[in-house]
């Protein structure tokens, strides 16, 4: 990935989503009747093309912004060709930044949405337990337990070269791999009354964490098993992908002309 100033990533590392609409369950904490409850599935709609980077950033390309005084180092210390791992949300944002400034364009974490758009088939959900029962609150616990037992998730801590996971239908590499990717989507509490309405209170200080399945880790957390980890096993990497903007990405070519806007 070049990271020259005013040079664009290379087409052949970006995957370009047409529009589209899926079901997707909702992310978050859900209540109904102030017990827990699964999260209710909406029909949601990507309306625009979705650039999204087709592998994971780099230790490389991380280091780069290391190299500029723009990020700090890497937990994990790795390097060259295998994903940036041992970073948290707050690292992220950085080199989603830097990025921005070095190419002029305009480069962000996806929302879950996007992800989960960009991870087709591979997509899965927060673990769930079903409703919540008030005579028997830990059989939710049991459940999702059991549930993400069942999915047959093993070990696998060392950070593998971009590809090893293969790709999904829609051309994204290493989706469902062993790198949690994080999202720029804020973890919500949400309540949902008798007739399907939904209120809920965004908690920025957590942000949505997508791999095996869907969950929640707080900002500033480079390992998951160090804590953090909301809940089921923790992940065994954490690191990321960015979207680029189409629109940052006219105004970067029009800046190149020299026409400001």
Known sequence: MSSQPGSPIAASELVTLKPGSFNHPQPGGFLK????????????????????????????????????????PADSRLAGNVPATGVSFIDAQAYANWLSARTGETWRLPTDLEWAFAAGERFRADIEGGEGDPSDPARRWLTQYRNEVALGRKPDPEPRPPGSFGLN??????????????TSTCYAHATMSSD???????NCGVHAVEDFHRTYMSNFIRDGKSGGWAVGTPPDNLGFRL???????????????????
């Open 196 to 202: 399907g309405t939904v209120s809920s209170i965004a």
């Open 243 to 261: 979207v680029r903007e189409r629109g940052g990405l006219l105004r970067a070519a029009l800046r190149r002309l020299g026409i400001t806007q």
């Open 33 to 72: 009747d102030n017990h827990p409850a699964p999260a209710p599935v909406l029909k949601e709609t990507i309306d625009a093309p979705l650039e999204i980077m087709k592998f994971q950033v780099s230790a490389s390309d991380y280091d780069r912004c290391v190299s500029d005084g723009a990020c700090k």
């Open 169 to 182: 239908s829609r051309g994204v590499a290493d989706i469902a791999g062993n790198v949690w990717e994080w």
